[in-house]
């Protein structure tokens, strides 16, 4: 059974359908999955409050029930080196449609990944792990497997990618700290598993996933109708 919290996010959520990302990472964060340091500015004076806890670069995304796909809107942006630059990006994000709160968040780097979850009628929870990031679509590197996941199960969906090399340390390139990654895999199945009844699909988009952390970099919850 979802805790305490999990169960209150969730129920919060029923009037959007789906969760904000500030939820989400609050939601993943109490199960026990690595996030990125985050903080949610609603107004001017909070951007300037806020960014005392950040080290440049940060990430800045925009926040509101209306806006699914921030990317569709110019609603992220990173490597922003200043808090002149972070204000102008605030006032710009002000403008969109229920508008709720900017996300300053910490720069992780690594590989890109795409975790994630959808509940199918006939087989229940299916886990997806492919290469991701805004080019996730394109290239379409995913690998299937229905939860719960074991690590054998993780272990072949990492070697079922056509980019695993990538995970491994390609042309000498940092590896992916595959324990690491294999813990995040099998923590998201037992939690798709324990909100199934509450869930249509969740996307983890991206995990950022280096040599020290896997790292949830974007989340979004889409709640059962």
């Given at each position: ?16 359908g789906?969760?904000?990302?500030p ?13 990125p340091?985050?903080?949610?500015a609603?107004?001017?004076s ?11 670069p940060?990430?800045a995304k ?26 102008e ?12 709160g900017?996300?300053?968040?910490e ?11 959808k ?6 929870p299916?886990i ?9 679509e394109?290239?379409g590197?995913?690998?299937l ?7 054998a ?16 340390g ?15 895999l ?6 798709v598993i ?7 699909s ?9 040599r020290?952390?896997?790292?949830v970099?974007?989340?979004?919850i889409?709640?059962?109708k």
């Amino acid at each position: 059974m979802p805790g305490k919290k999990v169960n209150t996010i969730l129920q919060d959520a029923k009037k959007y359908g789906w969760v904000m990302e500030p939820q989400a990472k609050e939601l993943l964060a109490s199960q026990g999955f690595d996030v990125p340091k985050f903080a949610v500015a609603k107004t001017l004076s909070e951007v300037r409050h806020l960014i005392g806890r950040f080290t440049f670069p940060v990430v800045a995304k925009v926040v509101s029930p209306a806006i699914i796909h921030k990317t569709e809107v110019r609603g992220v942006v990173t490597g922003i080196r200043s808090v002149e630059l972070l204000e102008e990006t605030f006032e710009r994000f002000s403008t969109v449609d229920r508008f709720a709160g900017m996300l300053i968040e910490e720069t992780v780097r690594g590989v890109e990944l795409i975790v994630g979850a959808k509940i199918d009628y006939q087989f229940g929870p299916m886990i997806l792990l492919g290469i991701g990031g805004t080019m996730a679509e394109l290239y379409g590197d995913v690998s299937l497997r229905m939860a719960p996941l074991t690590p054998a199960d993780v272990e072949d969906m990492v070697h079922c990618l056509k980019a695993r090399r990538i995970l491994e340390g390609y042309r000498g390139a940092e590896a992916v700290d595959m324990e690491k990654l294999t813990k995040m895999l099998l923590l998201f199945s037992g939690l798709v598993i324990k909100i199934e009844p509450h869930i249509e699909s969740i996307d983890l988009n991206p995990v950022m996933c280096n040599r020290e952390r896997c790292a949830v970099a974007d989340a979004r919850i889409m709640l059962a109708k």
